[in-house]
């Protein structure tokens, strides 16, 4: 998947519980893989709907809006 702007490929979603916090990830044969340096805290769940940011460019929108590469 990749951003419909700039065409990244890396991601991150804020923390529903703590706006300040950050999860960033990316997706591979449709699957969201957080990266190897995430903390032991959860993860928030990504869904369809869920407030996605592209790690590159000013693009954000709901996780579904991502480009299939």
Not at 46 to 64: I, P, Q, Y
Request: proline share 6%.
């Amino acid at each position: 998947m990749e951003c419909p702007l700039c065409g990244c490929q890396e991601f991150f979603v804020k923390d529903p519980d703590d706006a300040f916090e950050t999860h960033e990830f990316s997706v591979a044969a449709g699957e969201v893989r957080f990266a190897a340096d995430a903390e032991a805290a959860p993860a928030p769940a990504v869904l369809e709907a869920t407030e996605t940011f592209c790690n590159r460019c000013s693009w954000h929108g709901t996780f579904k809006e991502l480009k299939n590469n």
